[in-house]
């Protein structure tokens, strides 16, 4: 739906990581200022497609992280249905496989009510829940991580997705081989004035922009601040002049 994102406002997507809706309207009303949303399953489950209907009426974008994966017939099925609700983003298992991604695509296409407003299909190429050990020892796969996330990136990028999600510090090499069209989505963003939590492998703001994110994940450091209205706007003057060069 949208290419490559232009202001800096627009490049930070916040996550709604609430339980329910009363707490998602609480954290929107907070932060107006904010244009892009992520909602993901716990949040989608307890409340269903209301949320993204009030959140759109709103003028917000919205980031539906379901992160779908399943056999062809049903991952259409599903992207077909959550294309109707006209969501700028959407994330799948780019490990569904050839079929299914391209039965995705062609689902988002058919799903959405108009040409312009077909969602972004973006690649979940390994959950960072697993390292390397984990890779090799519980999931038996022979590869680099590294070379994994590029491998499924690129079955992702020949069967019609338009990025996916990665760690800043794996955005150079799927910029490098992915092409300058591939959405880089990142978490992992930690501006040198918050807290790290539990992201390991951070990069701060600029330092993501730099490394070719076009998409910056960033939760706490925006929601948990003390002013969060602040640090929104201390992160987008951070990475404006980034922005401005890379234009
Ligand atoms: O609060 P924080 O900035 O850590 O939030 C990051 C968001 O990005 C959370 O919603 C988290 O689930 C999500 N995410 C992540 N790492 C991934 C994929 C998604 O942190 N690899």
């Known amino acids: 739906m949208t290419g490559h994102p232009r202001s800096p406002a627009d490049r930070i997507i916040v996550p709604l990581d609430v339980a329910s809706e009363a707490d998602a309207y609480r954290l929107v009303e907070r932060l107006p200022q904010i244009s892009f949303w992520k909602i ?4 989608f489950v307890s409340t269903g497609p209301s949320l993204l209907e009030q959140l759109q009426s709103a003028g917000k ?15 259409a099925g599903a992207c077909r249905s959550a294309s109707r609700y006209g969501v700028e983003l959407m994330t799948l298992h780019a490990t569904a496989g050839p079929v299914a991604l391209q039965a995705a695509v062609a689902a988002a296409q058919e799903g959405s009510p108009s040409p312009s407003e077909v969602p972004q299909l973006i690649a979940v190429t390994l959950l960072t829940s697993i390292d390397e050990r984990s890779l090799a020892f519980d ?6 991580l590294s070379d994994y996330t590029l491998q499924m990136a690129l079955l992702a990028r020949q069967n019609g997705l338009t990025g996916s999600v ?3 510090h794996e955005a150079p090499l799927l910029r ?5 069209e591939w959405l880089l989505v990142c978490p992992g963003v930690r501006p040198t004035w918050s807290q790290k939590g539990d992201q390991q492998r951070v990069m701060t703001p600029s330092q993501a922009v730099k490394a070719g994110a076009d998409y910056l994940v960033i939760g706490r450091p925006i929601t948990q601040a003390t002013n969060p ?8 003057d951070e990475i404006a002049a980034v922005v401005e060069s890379t234009l």
């Not at 993901?40 to 949040?43: K, S």
């Not at 974008?61 to 991952?75: A, G, Q, S």
């Not at 209205?229 to 987008?236: G, K, L, N, R, Y």
């Open 40 to 43: 993901g399953l716990e949040l």
């Open 61 to 75: 974008k919205i980031f539906l992280d379901l992160k779908f994966h399943d056999i062809p017939n049903t991952m």
């Open 139 to 144: 999931l038996k796969v022979p590869l680099e």
């Open 166 to 168: 990665c760690s800043p």
């Open 176 to 180: 490098r081989w992915c092409g300058k």
């Open 229 to 236: 209205s602040e640090a929104f706007q201390t992160i987008c």
